[in-house]
């Protein structure tokens, strides 16, 4: 969602300062900009993942991602989040062409819901995915596109399925799961040698491309 269909702003950073301070990592030292780094990289990736790799136990972990939570839903509920543009138009053309689209994230559910009702989306879609949802394990695992493919019965071979993504992470998840089409979008965290370098089979502008790209060989 963030940085694909969502436009946060950087949002994701800021959050992170807040889940950095409560386990006293000090702004500007080297710790924190290894941090920085390292959350930059792993973009996609379930979130709580990322703070038990930075910080070790299972109880720092979860103080840092439950500031992390509070702070990004903050930041959403200051309305400090839009579509990308294009992007709902892009479902709806989808949806009205008999496609299912699951909108999946690597944040909790409690954050993943605060965006859709920030931006009016909570039944744009028949499904949305949260690494929760899929047995705990987020990007880069395939498991939230084996879920969505799973639970929608929306297609009879998962090489019918599309992974589109701003992230390396969101690419390597749809390889991992054998989807037929997974593209990389240049509207947030990566860019084309991290897509390529993923296996992603398109880049594209924005997700408002996707539907020329499905669409276009009926």
Known sequence: MAGTTVADGGL???????????????????????????????????????FRHLFG??????????????????LVDGGLIAPVP????????????????????????????????????RDLVPLTLCPADAGGRGRPYPDMVLEAF???????????????????????????????????VRTGAHGDKEFRAAGATHVLDSVAALPALVLGGR
């Not at 080297?30 to 996609?44: D, I």
């Not at 979860?62 to 990004?72: D, I, L, P, S, V």
């Not at 138009?89 to 819901?113: H, K, M, P, S």
């Open 12 to 50: 994701v950073e800021r959050a992170f300062a807040a889940a950095a301070a409560e386990l006293g990592v000090e702004p500007g030292s080297a710790e924190h900009t290894e941090h920085l780094s390292y959350v930059r990289a792993t973009m996609g990736e379930s979130k709580i993942s990322v």
């Open 57 to 74: 136990d299972e109880d720092r972990a979860r103080r840092a991602n439950t500031a992390f939570e509070k702070a990004y839903g903050d």
């Open 86 to 121: 294009g992007a709902r138009e892009t479902i709806e053309e989808l949806t009205a062409d008999g496609r299912t689209v699951v909108l999946t994230t690597g944040f909790a559910r409690v954050t993943q819901d605060a965006v859709l009702d920030a931006l009016g989306w």
């Open 150 to 184: 799973l639970r929608t019965r929306a297609a009879e071979d998962v090489r019918r399925v599309a992974v589109v993504g701003d992230t390396s992470y969101d690419v390597l998840s749809g390889v991992r799961a054998g989807a037929g089409l997974v593209a990389g």
